[in-house]
């Protein structure tokens, strides 16, 4: 287990409290004879870089949380889960500065995208809550008010190196290589990631990746092509699968996708 | 009931037993038909248009086939259909009369479903009455309002009156008119609004919110922050909103102002005066 792993599974006694602190997030988890109770609250420095796992803590430190919420669950589990997992919509992001892609012409950009956090007790296996480590801001996605697709907007940028992107414990890194195929250069000023599309990858000391996205914008002047790869780029070096996507790619979706992914 | 029976006994005697088996058969065969066809048009419209479009189609067909199998089996057994038709003719201008309002109810009924103006489930406003539509019937809609009273809209009226669906598209703006003092620095004000918009999660990035001057009210300067939220958040963003505002216009000092009166006493300088009743205060007390 890397200094930075702060998922898995830890065992926990009756009457015993667990504090982990990822990133803005302190979540202290209890359980007690009848009933399990959780305590969170996010700081809201989305830049956070904290990192303190299952250590242990008393009943006062969770009831000193911003929430409380009090879950009953089949059996009598004593372990508690913590499993990373990617947002729920797409993610947003902008360059630091818009740029244009000429014809012919490919990009790689590294985003950083906020996890979520799923919590769970075992045996029997049970998700008491899921939680973003970090809330990031609601944004739309679209060409008008009226079609479009909800998203979380990135407040940090997309980056052309990796080295100007920092490894945190709580966001994931997804690679996406752009390619004009067009007779037309094109700028880019937002960059909408499908992350609820793409698995955790565990790569060591580096944090979380996500698998590559391959876009291509073709010669029809639509955007056509969507390509997840299998696996995070080599640059992440050997890596681990942690959690799969949110939902399945369905057939016609990376066309609808893709007719929003740049704007 | 013995008189009824001797009536119609000689014309039911009258059938043959073939007719009325015919006229039976085609009875059961236009209902199961009708049934077929309506699902047959439920699987191949799904998806498309809106349901309550769909609904309408069904009913239509379903209705359709059934009157026509009906009319085929009457026909079987002997019924004159055009005398049928020309008695319904008369029948219906009769009902015309008799129920112009329902008449007027359904056919705005049927234009307001072809219309998909909203669908059960969504938000609307009509005139002054605001609520959840429960149900779309032929003759009204009815409409559960927030403080849980059900009201039923005509159709006529509907037809006739400015709908405003509220829950129509994800997202919606929040308009808020604020007012700041005279003497506070407009660009500093709209450098706070904006932060407080960027930093609620609920307020959304794009369409980036705006911060609009309105004009020189009575008592301040009028401005108006608009932010957009998604429609399920709006009384959550505005209440957020106007609350962070206040602890943000309070942090900063700047002052909203309330309705100020001046006193002109007919000269720039010279002040008003005053003449006290009952002596200068103090006097009393020597």
Known sequence: MSAQQW?????IGVDGVLDWRIGPLELAVERRA???RLGFESSGDALDTLLSVAEKSDPARREALGTQERLIVPGEPDHVTLTPALADRPFVVRPEHPFVITPGASVELFVSSPLWVRIGVAPPVTELRELPVFRP???????????GELGYAGRTHCRMRLADLPVRPHRAITLVRLRNRTEAPFQLQRLSVPVPLLSLF????GGLWTQALEVERDGSGALSKLEV??????IAGPVEPVAGPRREPQRDHPFRALEGLFQ | MRELVDTYLPFLSGIAPGALVRALVLVILGLVLAALLGRLLERVTAGQGVPGQRLLLRRVVRWGVTALFLA??????????GVLLGAAGVLTVAIGFAAQTSASNLVSGVFLMGENVFAIGDVVRVADVTGEVIAID??????????NLSVRLPNETLIKSQITNLTRFPIRRVDMPLSVAYREDLRAVRELLLDVADRNPLCLDEPAPLFIVTGYGASGIDLQLSAWGVRTNFLELRNALYTEIKEAFDAAGIEIPFPHVSL???SETAPIPVRWQGGAPGSAAG
């Open chain 2, 264 to 266: 002109y006493a007919g």
């Open chain 1, 202 to 205: 565990e790569a060591g000391q």
């Open chain 2, 72 to 81: 085929a089996a009457l026909n079987e057994v002997g019924f004159q259909l």
């Open chain 2, 138 to 147: 032929l003759l009204s809609v009815k409409l559960r309002t927030f403080d």
């Open chain 1, 229 to 234: 790869d299998a696996t995070p780029p080599a």
């Open chain 1, 137 to 147: 801001s609601d944004t739309w996605f679209g060409p008008a008010t009226i079609s």
């Open chain 1, 34 to 36: 009848t009933e399990w």
């Open chain 1, 7 to 11: 998922w898995g599974t830890w065992p």
